[in-house]
């Protein structure tokens, strides 16, 4: 079967795991309560309430409450979020943007200084470079992110004053324009350098702080299956036959190893998401995971039910990429029959 | 112990030449109840165009001797600890450079004997002016520019041996681009003076950029021509092992293939660049006996039209006896009887080599009789000056216990270490007569 015939295939099965998964969010949500809270004030009579009820069909069965939900999503109607006070909508995109520019960040952190510490450590078995390795990558599965995050914060913002806090310098960012959101993008896209340092700045420690635990799960994972991969006969062979050990790590070993490890990073994805929520709250991060935490708190369902929906999607597209990935290292890999 | 008694026992019939000679050999493992005596000082010498059996039970260190020619130790914990292992290049041949004639037997090599030495490579020359080469000492790169090209080695398991996730063809290729990279430009109709990115192309040595600079125009073309001749190169090696159809067994990947496949894979890429010696580390331990006897039947033929001498590691005496022209028994790192197969298997001298040869299993034999050697073979942590084999012979006697036998000659080119032959200093004396209890 041919790649790109695979590719076709998974994209089209897509939308019915999507339907499915929006009827799990939708379930799942609805088992914490009615959504009604958000629209309500104490000053509302009985008779009010039930009016409003009628008018976001709330007294309708769940499974028709369900349609009402999936039509308005298909028109492209999220609902309202009441932590925003808006739209969803009209507040998603822009969060999308801070978060996916602090998760691609953290993300491109760790999978290339995962891939070349575990690298580096795993051809150097317990020798020095490995142990140092080791303790990174320790320590970097053991801390938890919030309080490696404010560790941070109190040494780099609080104590020494380095490290800027938010997302950027008002007076900076007032003057170039945001085409995408993506604020290091829309700086060099306005040519801006002062700009372009201002938003890499403000985005260092929170990337650091979110890609540390993923690195250190990379790292260690390319370790292991590296050492594996070398204890291997054909390394041997490959070293008979004459290559230099560059070659041999690099064109024989490295790619075997990287089989297991980028299954590990596409786990990894999901483990970023799940930390913008923490690193967002503490950085004052304006992204998804900020809101997101806002709205499970104050039960605005509208919101949590599009995140939750968005990052199912998400994950399926990941996934279907890592397997594509997995077939190019993997060349044996047969896709489907 | 003194290294070149063999030699002397040699001297007294024309000596063949030899392309490797290993003396006094010792490997030692560091592990952590003390030093592991794996090659505990062995000598012997490869002549040029015969098969040498090395033989012994698991753990005697034939496998290490093996791949010590090519320096494919683990280290750590793996040391040559000392010793020297001279080889001795095949020249091409000077009356037809090469291509095959009457006198080089259609080889294109000139035996060891009167080569000369090869400009390329650095070493010493001998009397006969052949060059030398000390593989324990030469560096890193010296010894990656003789691994697959002069000393190649096939591996126990073929299924282990090829990388699973690469098709045969690149395999193979590897072996052309690094060894033959002239050859190949030549091929491809470029001069040999070729450099820049088509040279680090027909090299395995592209930088970052160079597959951008293949895929343009001008150079587009000739990486064309190359892969031709490359490929053209990979189905010749396959041919030569007789696999059915070379040119689509090039796309296939290792896992596709049955292990005998694998195999002629493996000795296809072992003698691409025809080595002078081949390291066989047991390659038909993982086949069936079928493959087995075919196999074998391809090393020897390709073995006779390449004048490539062959080291097989073996444990399986009978296959050696089919196969080698001369045979080396290993005992606990040391090589206890040396000599031809005629002479190893007609009149065995040492013990271990008549327990082995008895514990065979014949035709004739009777149900429910297998002879087994008493014991198991010793730890070789820090071993003492005795016989090693000591404590297993049949044989032994109180001198065995308390000096460590020589490898001593005890007709032509036939050396055996024991006190059978030759005697100890002191104390009483084995003989084949005195069977212990």
């Known amino acids: 079967m041919q790649l790109r015939d695979y590719i076709l295939r998974r994209v089209i099965i897509l939308p019915i795991l999507i339907l499915g998964v929006s009827i799990i969010v939708f379930v799942l949500t609805r088992v914490g309560g009615s959504p009604i809270g958000i629209y309500l004030s104490h000053e509302m009579t009985p008779d009010e309430v039930a009016q409003i009820e009628a008018r976001f069909n709330l007294d309708q069965p769940v499974w028709v409450q369900y349609i009402y939900w999936a039509r308005g999503i298909f028109q492209g109607d999220f609902g309202w979020s009441g932590v925003a006070a808006a739209p969803v909508t009209d507040v998603f995109p822009n969060k999308l943007a801070a978060t996916m520019e602090l998760a691609i960040a953290s993300g491109l952190v760790a999978v290339f200084l995962g891939i070349s510490l575990g690298t580096y450590a795993g051809a150097r078995r317990n020798r020095l470079p490995d142990h140092a390795t080791r303790i990174v990558a320790v320590s970097g599965a053991s801390l938890p992110q919030f309080w490696f995050g404010i560790l941070l914060l109190i040494v780099f913002w609080a104590n020494l004053g380095l490290a800027p806090i938010g997302r950027s310098d008002a007076s900076i960012w007032s003057s170039i324009s945001h085409p995408t959101g993506i604020y290091t993008v829309d700086a060099i896209l306005a040519g801006s350098i002062s700009a372009f340092w201002d938003a890499i700045w403000h985005l260092i420690l929170p990337a650091l702080t979110l890609g540390y635990g993923a690195t250190a799960i990379i790292a260690r994972m390319m370790r292991s299956s590296l050492v594996e991969e070398l204890q291997q006969d054909y390394v041997d062979a490959a070293r008979a036959k004459g290559l230099a050990e560059r070659i041999v790590l690099r064109r024989h070993a490295r790619r075997n190893a990287l089989v297991p490890t980028v299954t590990v990073i596409g786990l990894t994805f999901g483990f970023l998401l799940q930390g913008t929520i923490t690193v967002e709250i503490i950085f004052r991060w304006p992204g998804l995971g900020r809101w997101m935490a806002d709205s499970v708190l104050r039960g605005d369902q509208a919101t949590l039910m599009t995140y939750v929906l968005f990052t199912s999607v998400l994950f399926l597209l990941v996934n279907l990429v890592v397997d594509v990935i997995y077939a190019y290292l993997d060349r044996r890999v047969t896709l489907g029959k | ?437």
């Open chain 2, 1 to 437: 112990m003194q290294p070149v008694d063999q030699e002397k026992a040699v001297q007294a019939r024309p000596r063949p030449a030899s392309v490797a000679s290993v003396r006094n050999l010792r490997v030692y493992f560091q592990s952590k109840r003390g030093m592991v005596h794996a090659v505990d000082g062995v000598s012997f010498d490869i002549y040029d165009g015969e098969t040498l059996g090395l033989v012994g039970e698991t753990g005697c260190g034939k496998s290490v001797t093996g791949r010590s020619f090519l320096k494919l130790l683990p280290v750590p914990p793996g040391k040559i600890a000392s010793g020297s292992i001279q080889f001795k290049p095949h020249a091409t041949c000077r009356n037809c450079d090469g291509n095959g004639c009457p006198s080089c037997e259609g080889t294109g090599r000139q035996s060891a004997a009167n080569s000369r030495g090869r400009s390329n490579e650095k070493g010493i020359r001998d009397s006969v002016d052949a060059e030398i080469v000390e593989l324990l000492e030469i560096g890193r790169e010296e010894m990656r520019r003789i691994r697959g090209d002069r000393i190649a080695m096939i591996f126990q398991d073929p299924g282990k041996a090829l990388n699973p996730t690469l098709p045969i063809s690149e395999q193979l290729s590897e072996v052309f681009l690094l060894h033959r990279t002239s050859e190949l430009l030549e091929a491809a109709g470029l001069p040999a003076s070729t450099g820049g990115a088509l040279r680090r192309f027909a090299s395995q040595e592209q930088r970052f950029g160079d597959s951008l600079l293949m895929a343009l125009p001008p150079n587009r073309a000739f990486r064309n021509r190359l892969v031709g001749a490359l490929n053209k190169m990979v189905i010749e090696a396959l041919g030569d092992t007789q696999v059915p159809n070379p040119a689509k067994l090039m796309a296939r990947y290792p896992h596709e293939l049955s292990g005998g496949m694998k195999q002629r894979v493996m000795i296809a890429q072992a003698l691409a660049c025809n080595p002078d010696i081949l390291i066989a580390d047991e390659p038909t331990t993982a086949l069936d006996v079928t493959v087995e006897a075919r196999i074998l039947e391809l090393i020897k033929e390709l073995q006779k039209k390449r004048r490539t001498s062959v080291l097989y590691i073996s444990h399986d005496l009978s296959l050696v006896r089919r196969i080698c022209d001369r045979v080396a028994v290993m005992y606990a790192g040391k090589v206890v009887e040396i000599g031809s197969t005629d002479a190893i298997f007609r009149d065995p001298r040492h013990p271990y080599t008549r327990g082995l040869i008895s514990a065979v299993p014949s035709a004739g034999a009777r149900r429910g009789e297998l002879a087994a050697i008493r014991g198991t073979v010793p730890e070789l942590v820090d071993p003492a000056p005795t016989c090693r084999f000591a404590g297993r012979c049949p044989f032994e006697a109180d001198s065995c216990r308390r000096f460590e036998p020589e490898l001593k000659p005890v007709s032509n080119g036939h050396a055996v270490a024991c006190f059978i032959d030759s005697a100890a200093p002191s104390g009483r004396q084995p003989t084949f007569q005195s069977a212990a209890v």
